[in-house]
């Protein structure tokens, strides 16, 4: 099964949360706050949405940092996803 977002809706994977101690222990992700980035896993079309010509700017494998609060969660074959509007999208990580 697949999703496949609709108008500027973008589906995004939650990248794991891992710490690392100042000596380099790698502690994984505990019961704290989960981060606000992740993967682009799906792109909407874009085009005209509530009166307004929407131009979709990122693209499948982008990683992102979103709103807080922003989105729907879902759980889909075992996997957790979160729709988010791209206007809940902040920011495209660089690693260049």
Avoid: C, F
């Amino acid at each position: 099964m697949k999703l496949v977002p609709l108008g500027d809706r973008v589906v995004l994977k939650q990248l794991v949360a891992e710490e690392t101690t100042k000596s380099g222990i790698v502690l994984p992700g505990q019961n704290k706050e989960k981060p606000q980035q992740a993967e682009v896993v799906a792109v909407g079309p874009g085009g005209v949405v509530d009166g307004k010509e929407i131009k979709m700017e990122v693209k499948t494998g982008d990683q992102v940092i979103y709103s807080k609060y922003a989105g729907t969660e879902v759980k889909l074959d075992d996997d957790e996803y979160i729709i988010v509007k791209q206007s809940d999208i902040l920011a495209v990580i660089d690693n260049n």
